[in-house]
């Protein structure tokens, strides 16, 4: 699907519809109506929910509630632009295709990918997109400068990189990258246009978005949309581990795989300001792509990386205190640190989040949300791990999710129990941000425990709790769920606990 046939459904008064008015489409309509100069005449506009931010009547039609793809019906409409968060295999937009053609359904971001997809590079996976696009975007600039110029943009960025193609016939610099974080919705309505980005990452595949794919292989073969359709001379840039996992036979495309050795050869000689396994990984995935375009050695990265400021809500600390702490009668400083994971809405990625921290520091952990599918016994392993150290001082299971895994961890205890979950609203308002509060309870927490170890003698367990002169407490949201249960995404839930988290102090 080129601009042209756009263009010509323009001239010839032609209808398409806009599916889903949220922030990316709201972008994309712009672009429409004021670069291609559509219409509004000839769109039609549709949303499950109200859109009273627009001018309905200059529209052709608007649809609205749950009715809203009633639109498809309309035989006038000739291409179907829909948001990521609709899900592509409906039954009512697999009808269309049949009716239409299969490429009539398509991300709003074809026409971009078409135009200037030998500058795009595109990440996708699991977890670590946002990292290592934003990683990849700042060292890309500062390695660059002076020759290189790089955006990024799109998903969970609410930029849209239409806000970049201003002019119709616009053309860029060959040096001018568009660094572009891509969902699995997106890369799923791209793959009907049979087009990838020439430079592509993925930095993992783990079982997620079950509550919105039909399956874990539809799932992943969405995301393998973003190499499937490269050329010889393109780039793929991944893991040795996700190769083995898709199973692929061969690639046109220069294909770069790394192990856990090259990560750990590229990355050995820089200190990083992001803790843990997977963004060592997150780094030499960034690194890697970095060499293949700049081409020349790189000099000064450690500085580049000094000047990285990390995305939000990925182990953020919003709030250090050091309070004193009484233990078996004698006073010792407790360093309470609130951590922001909020983006954590998976199981993988919460257990990669809680090993971050020291061994002998320890963890309130708040779980929270709905349940969108994935292993959650690796929380659950993880949570024991830390637990059989003696270092977990408290779990919040709040809302689905936390119900969940509230019942794998009886069952995996044998423990037969009602499941009663938390108020996260209650704790994060009325408990999580009083330090003093905290402190006493930590305080009788650990008492308690001592008493326990002097009753059972375990002296090396006590000679730990004893012998350091600080001790660490992480409290940390790393919720394994969405957010649309209470809230309307994931950045609205991270702020509220981050306010309140803040107004207490």
Known sequence: MRVDQLIDIRNNGGKIAVIGIGQENSQFLEWLEVVVQFPKSQIILADRYSTNNLKKAEYAQVFEGENYLDCL???????????????????????????????????????FVERFREQIIGVTGTKGKSTVSSLTNHLLNELGKDRIKSYYCGNTTNISPYQHWTKLDQSVESKTFFVIELSSFQLQDLGYAKISPKYSIITNYYTDHQDQHA?????????????????????????????????????????????????????????????????????????????????????????????????????????????????NKLEKNLKINWVNDGAASEPDAVAAAV????????????????????????VIEAILAIQTRGNLFR??????????????????????????????????????????????????????????LESIGDTNALEQIMDTDESVLNIVLSPCGTSFDIFSNYIERAEFWNENIKKAK
């Open 73 to 111: 019906q309309n035989n006038h409409v000739e291409l179907v632009f829909k948001a990521p968060g609709i899900w592509s295999l409906l039954p009512e937009l697999e009808d269309f295709r049949k009716r239409k053609g299969l490429n009539r359904v398509m991300s709003s971001l074809v026409f």
């Open 215 to 327: 399956s874990i292989e539809e799932y992943w073969a969405a995301k393998n949309n973003i190499f499937l359709y490269q050329n010889v001379g393109d780039v793929f840039v991944t893991t040795q581990e996700l190769i083995n996992k898709i199973n692929a036979q061969s690639f046109d495309q220069k294909l770069i795989q790394l192990s856990d050795e090259d990560i750990q050869q590229k990355i050995a000689d820089f200190d990083f300001v992001l803790p843990g396994e997977h963004n060592q990984t997150n780094l030499a995935l960034s690194l890697s792509m970095i060499n293949e375009i700049l081409e020349t050695p790189l000099n000064n990265v450690q500085n580049s990386l000094n000047s990285y400021s990390p995305l939000p809500y990925r182990n953020q600390l919003i709030r250090t205190e050091i309070v004193v702490i009484r233990v």
């Open 355 to 378: 090993r971050t921290f020291g061994e002998d520091d320890y963890l309130w952990v708040q779980f929270t949300g709905k349940n969108k599918g994935g292993e959650y016994e690796k």
């Open 395 to 452: 779990v919040d299971y709040c809302g689905d999710v936390g119900g969940l895994l509230l019942k794998k961890l009886y069952d995996n205890l044998g423990i037969e129990q009602n499941i009663a979950t938390s108020d996260f609203v209650e704790i994060v308002k009325e408990e999580l941000g009083d330090a003093d509060a905290v402190k006493k309870q930590f305080e009788k927490w650990i008492n308690s425990k001592i008493d326990d």
